[in-house]
């Protein structure tokens, strides 16, 4: 059974910074790719940040802001946010390809608001 286990979500002010990790219970180097979502109230879960086969690709709201990372070592991908906005707020999602099987976390709920 592939865990994947977010943390580091909460409230921010607009402008501020957070960093969103996620732990799997596998080697990263076995899964094909790894993202971030986010689903705001009423709206659809949508990409945020995807990495794969080396290339990262970030949402047109995000970039500039948004940074995706991977610590192999620790099998952690991270999701550094950074000059966030009210609209940013959502529970952020890490999802991986394991095998071309999509494994989901159950999520980490990100606020901003002054």
């Known amino acids: 059974q592939v865990q994947l286990v977010e943390s580091g979500g909460g409230l921010v002010q607009p402008g501020g910074s957070l960093r969103l990790s996620c732990a799997a219970s596998?080697?990263?180097?076995?899964?094909?790719?790894m993202g971030w979502y986010r689903q705001a109230p009423g709206k659809e879960r949508t990409l945020v940040a995807g990495l794969s086969d080396g290339r990262t690709k970030y949402a047109e709201s995000v970039k500039g802001r948004f940074t995706i990372l991977r610590d192999n070592a620790k099998s952690t991908v991270y999701l550094q946010m950074n000059s966030l906005k009210p609209e940013d707020t959502a529970v952020y999602y890490c999802?991986?390809?394991?095998?071309?099987?999509?494994?989901w976390g159950k999520g980490t709920l990100v606020t901003v608001s002054s």
């Open positions: 999802n991986g390809d394991y095998y071309g099987v999509q494994y």
């Open positions: 596998r080697t990263l180097f076995k899964f094909n790719a």
